[in-house]
């Protein structure tokens, strides 16, 4: 059984530039959450979808976007990159109804902005 | 300001040694989870408590919600070179029917053999 899976595990991009990141939940799992982990803090929450639409958003700008697929899978992605945004993007998925504390995470994509 | 504050934010202790991990918030959340974090992957979940005063053990790891369900805190007795990771304890909320989590910045715990 595949846990969650994220692609690419990395990615070098220049400021200004576009970036999509990509996320397939774990198998059974209906709910995508996205958070932003900078160096030496804790993860951030950007947003949650579910049932193809952005349940809750943290705080994070416009430039930050997603979707999620009819199966379950999910984008982030990024505008105007700035070097701010060099991070450690983590995907967690979770069944609809079960809790966060079943939340899995995925491996991440460290993201490096130039 | 951060919602959860953990202490300490380094931690460096010999093999065999205990130690304690402490989580701390000025708000309530209706449960809270520590996850154990390698370099280069992401956060696994290794307990959530939800009852103030609950206690979890899970093998040498003892895990503690304050009655008040406002802090937490991690034990973990005769620690081993397996145990070195950053510790991350998170809250569903804030606020009623919120669908985040609200990390601390974590411990980083070094066991040195």
């Known amino acids: 059984d595949a846990g969650v899976t994220q692609s690419p595990t990395h990615l070098i991009k220049t400021r200004g530039q576009q970036v999509t990141l990509r996320c397939s939940p774990k198998?059974?799992?209906?709910?995508v959450s996205w958070y932003q982990q900078a160096l030496g803090q804790g993860p951030q929450f950007i947003f949650q979808?579910?049932?193809?639409?952005?349940?809750q958003r943290g705080n994070f700008p416009d430039r930050f976007s997603g979707h999620q697929f009819p199966n379950y899978s999910s984008e982030l992605n990024v505008n105007a990159l700035l070097l701010g945004d060099s991070a450690l993007y983590l995907c967690?998925?979770?069944?609809?109804?079960?809790?966060?504390?079943?939340?899995?995470f995925g491996q991440g994509t460290r993201l490096t902005v130039v | 300001t951060q919602l959860l504050e953990q202490s300490p934010q380094f931690l460096s202790i010999q093999e065999g040694e205990n130690l304690t991990v402490y989580c701390n918030s000025s708000?309530?959340?209706?449960?809270l989870q520590w996850y154990r974090q390698e370099p280069g992957e992401g956060p696994v979940l290794l307990v959530t408590?939800?009852?103030?005063?609950e206690v979890k053990k899970l093998k040498r790891l003892t895990f503690q919600f304050g009655d008040a369900r406002k802090d937490s805190s991690l034990h973990i007795t005769a620690a081993q070179p397996g145990d070195t990771g950053l510790y991350l304890c998170?809250?569903?909320?804030?606020?009623?029917?919120?669908?985040?989590?609200?990390f601390g910045k974590g411990t980083k715990l070094s066991v040195i053999p």
């Open positions: 408590v939800v009852t103030g005063g």
């Open positions: 708000s309530v959340f209706s449960s």
């Open positions: 967690a998925s979770s069944l609809a109804g079960t809790g966060l504390g079943k939340a899995f």
């Open positions: 998170a809250g569903v909320g804030p606020g009623a029917g919120s669908y985040q989590l609200t």
């Open positions: 198998s059974g799992h209906d709910t």
């Open positions: 979808y579910y049932e193809e639409e952005e349940r």
